[in-house]
């Protein structure tokens, strides 16, 4: 059974490469495909939100269907959304983690990808009465 947070991605086979962000970063990795020579395979990966023990939101943007079936767990899926309780403990509240994969037909410019993970990590801490906000931790607010 894959663990809910764990890389759930395929590793890339002798015709991918997988190029890692600089430390300042969230992107997870960004993955160009190299088996059709006009194509190139959008992957991106955030994680938003520091908590005491991972990340509020992961959120995975691809242009690969079969992609985002696999992550979903779903032959028809386009996109998804699943999440997991973490505990509370003696200084922290219970909370649910969420993992959202979408489909996007066109690539994302990086500062839309990052906009849109910050924002959704708003929304989440948000629905859960997070105190406070955590989507800042990372990062100051600064792209």
């Known amino acids: 059974m894959i663990e809910f947070f764990d890389d759930l991605t395929q ?9 890692r962000a600089d430390d300042g970063s969230r992107v997870s990795a960004i993955r160009e495909s190299k088996t059709e020579p006009s194509r ?3 992957f991106k990966e955030l994680e938003v939100g520091k908590m005491r023990d991972s990340y509020l939101v992961k959120v995975t943007w691809t242009d690969d269907i079969q992609l985002v079936r696999m992550l979903c767990v779903n032959p028809q899926a386009a996109g998804c959304q699943r999440s997991e309780t973490v505990s509370a403990d003696e200084t922290h509240p219970e909370y649910r ?3 959202i994969v979408a489909y996007v037909k ?6 839309t990808v990052k906009i849109m993970a910050h924002e959704i990590c ?3 801490a948000s629905a859960q009465n997070l105190q406070p ?4 931790n990372e990062n100051g607010g600064r792209l």
Not at 11 to 19: F, M, V
């Open 40 to 42: 190139r395979l959008f």
């Open 106 to 111: 066109e690539p994302l410019s990086e500062v």
């Open 122 to 124: 708003h929304a989440v």
């Open 97 to 99: 983690r969420q993992m």
């Open 133 to 136: 906000d955590p989507c800042h």
């Open 11 to 19: 590793k890339p086979d002798a015709n991918s490469r997988t190029l």
